[in-house]
């Protein structure tokens, strides 16, 4: 099979009508997409490497749904709808069963987000997928309605939606460094190899939300992302985070378990904040969405972040985030 066969064959879907902003997909030079007027396009990309982000023989449909997740959940954290998404692949050899299965992956989250695939580019090569996603949100004559990093304020709530930490305690299970039941390995491993992008949530925030990011490499250091474009600190309540780690049945201590919560990551989580003033909005946006919120923390003028217990007191430990080049 050669690669024009391969794209015919696997990415290449019927073309639909020339309606809402593809007006072009996949079979010339470029696609051509049609933001609707008052709209800006938000633009994200995300690689997936074999050996670093998922293991070889990963069921190849799970990764076709991981590959466009972390891509979907980007829009989501800045409030976009998606529109549709291109797809670079580096294959070592065209395994048909695998491209199959993978395609069904990846389509099956496509076509339940309506978001089209447009074009791509696709070598021989180790084992690699980028996808570079488009989405629209809406621009207003006072600026863009897309929800940022830097839009925090002292006195915002921290709030975060579903359920930390168990993408993390799957990858420790499955590297052999921790033993778990098999019921709560198959709860974990859905959680790292399925994620659910929390597009409708953010969507509902748009104007409730001052700052959001998705959590990719952990809680702590994402937020850090937020505090340093926000220039603030923030106060979290262990007693809030500690409970969001959702995988039952397992023995674990409690530094242990919030160690996992605070700096898993792969969680594809939405954290974000918002005034004091909207937390009944935020609460009603995660209904609208069918998304757990919980609230597990606060934003504060003086820099730097802080654990704190139940009682208020000073929680230590170290946390670290994820860094590819730590
Ligand atoms: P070019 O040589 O102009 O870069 P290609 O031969 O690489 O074009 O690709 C032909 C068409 O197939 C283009 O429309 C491109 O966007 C599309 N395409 C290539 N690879 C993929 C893929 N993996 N998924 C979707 N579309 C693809
Ligand atoms: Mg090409």
Request: glycine share 10%; aromatic share 6%.
């Amino acid at each position: 099979m050669g690669e024009f066969d391969l794209i015919a064959r696997y990415f290449q879907r019927p073309q639909r009508p020339y309606t809402g902003a593809v007006r072009l997909g996949v079979g010339d030079d470029c696609a051509l997409l049609q933001p609707a007027p008052g709209t800006q396009l938000a633009i994200s990309s995300d690689m997936l490497v074999e050996g670093r982000h998922f293991f070889a023989d990963v069921d190849p449909a799970t990764l076709g749904h991981k590959a466009l997740t972390v891509n979907l959940s980007d829009l989501a954290a800045c409030g976009a709808r998606p529109l549709a998404f291109t797809l670079a692949l580096s294959l070592p050899q065209a395994d048909e069963a695998w491209l199959a299965a993978f395609a069904r992956g990846l389509f099956a989250l496509a076509d339940a987000h309506d978001c089209q695939l447009i074009g791509g580019d696709t070598t021989r090569g180790p084992l690699n997928i980028c996808i570079t996603i488009f989405g629209e949100v809406p621009v207003t004559e006072s600026g863009s309605r897309a929800l940022l990093r830097s839009g925090a304020r002292p006195g915002d709530e921290l709030w975060v939606s579903g359920t930390l930490g168990d993408a993390r305690l799957a990858l420790e299970a499955l590297q052999g460094r921790r033993q778990l039941p098999p019921a709560a390995l198959q709860a974990a491993r859905a959680r790292l190899e399925q994620p659910t992008p929390r597009v409708a949530l953010g969507l509902a925030l748009r104007g409730v939300a001052s700052a959001a990011l998705d959590v990719s490499d952990g809680l702590l250091g994402d937020l850090g992302h937020i505090l340093r474009a926000s220039a603030c600190g923030a106060r979290i309540d262990t007693a809030r985070a500690a409970p969001l780690l959702a995988t039952q049945g397992v023995a674990l201590g409690d530094n242990e378990r919030l160690s996992l919560v605070l700096a898993g990551g792969d969680d594809y989580e939405l954290l974000f904040t918002a005034p004091a003033s909207h937390a009944e909005a935020v609460v009603a946006a995660g209904l609208a969405s069918s998304t757990p919120v919980t609230r597990i923390g606060r934003i504060e003028a003086e820099p730097g972040l802080r654990l704190v217990d139940a009682a208020g007191r000073p929680v230590t430990g170290r946390y670290a985030s994820f860094d590819h080049f730590a």
